[in-house]
């Protein structure tokens, strides 16, 4: 069984690209795609610290849904930027879009290195 350090950073290298662009696509802002990420990382890595991994049968499902949440309150104002600033103004029209709208494309790219 892998330790949980080990399981940490193997999700993490296969999730974090998809998780990154849906968390720009619903953000539209690099920023606070990766502050997003970054709650959402840190999370997994206190549950699995507490529990164990065992039990999570797909861990880019289960971190999916807490980028979901996450983006969802930022978007409905509930989660605040601890500098204070503002939440984040979007539109929560089509959460479950798969598409990519071409004018994210440019933020994408400089996101993910492209």
């Not at 991994?53 to 978007?75: K, Q, T």
């Not at 103004?89 to 598409?99: F, H, L, Y």
Request: charged share 25%; with cysteine; hydrophobic share 40%.
């Amino acid at each position: 069984m892998l330790s949980n350090e080990s399981y940490f950073n193997g999700v993490y290298e296969q999730t974090y690209r998809p998780l990154l662009r849906y968390a720009v696509l619903k953000l539209s802002n690099p920023l606070d795609a990766e502050e997003a990420l970054q709650n959402v990382y840190m999370r997994f890595f206190r549950r699995i610290a507490a529990r164990g991994h065992a039990d999570i049968g797909d861990p880019g499902a289960f971190l999916h849904r807490l980028l979901r949440h996450d983006v969802m309150r930022r978007c409905n104002g509930v989660a605040v930027p601890e500098d204070g600033r503002a939440a984040v103004a979007c539109d929560p029209q089509g959460w479950e879009e798969d598409t990519e709208p071409a004018r994210y494309t440019d933020c994408m790219l400089y996101v993910l290195g492209g």
